[in-house]
């Protein structure tokens, strides 16, 4: 996992902008993925070889997050460490999402909260041919 970790085994992220339901407005929020002590860059990041987390803060009941390139699964509820949400889910990115910046949200019955996230662009996952090999010795004299 990413991030903060949760009492509850899951860890979390951040969000910006809000709507709530103007008969009962709540503080909320919801994010991607939370900072660590070792890496400060990471909320409403998708990490490309890590478990992400989708984290929000909703006071009202049935927390269900959106996002049209994510599928969210493994509800948990909090607290957590770290991030102030009562609520976290594992975040997939859909195949075949090209880079980009993202909408996500967490919705209950007491308003929705939005943030957006940034997906990188793929990284190069094979070493060229005759290309050098860390660690097999190959660049060894």
């Not at 409403?44 to 478990?51: I, Q």
């Not at 997050?65 to 948990?76: G, I, R």
Request: hydrophobic content about 35%; proline content about 9%; overall charge neutral.
């Amino acid at each position: 996992m990413i991030g903060a970790t949760a009492l509850s085994g899951s860890a979390m992220a951040q969000g910006t902008g809000q709507t709530t339901n103007a008969a009962q407005p709540a503080p909320g929020m919801v994010q991607l993925n939370a900072n660590t002590a070792i890496n400060q860059t990471l909320v409403n990041k998708y990490v490309t070889d890590a478990p992400n987390v989708a984290l929000g803060q909703c006071a009202g009941d049935k927390p269900t997050f959106a996002s049209p390139v994510l599928t969210f699964s493994n509800y948990q509820p909090g607290p957590f460490m770290g991030v102030d949400a009562n609520t976290s889910a594992d975040a997939v990115l859909n195949p075949g999402t090209p880079a980009g910046t993202y909408p996500l949200t967490i919705s209950c019955s007491t308003g929705s909260y939005n943030a957006t996230f940034s997906v990188p662009a793929p990284q190069v996952k094979k070493v060229p041919k005759g290309g050098a090999h860390a660690g097999d010795g190959s660049m060894a004299g």
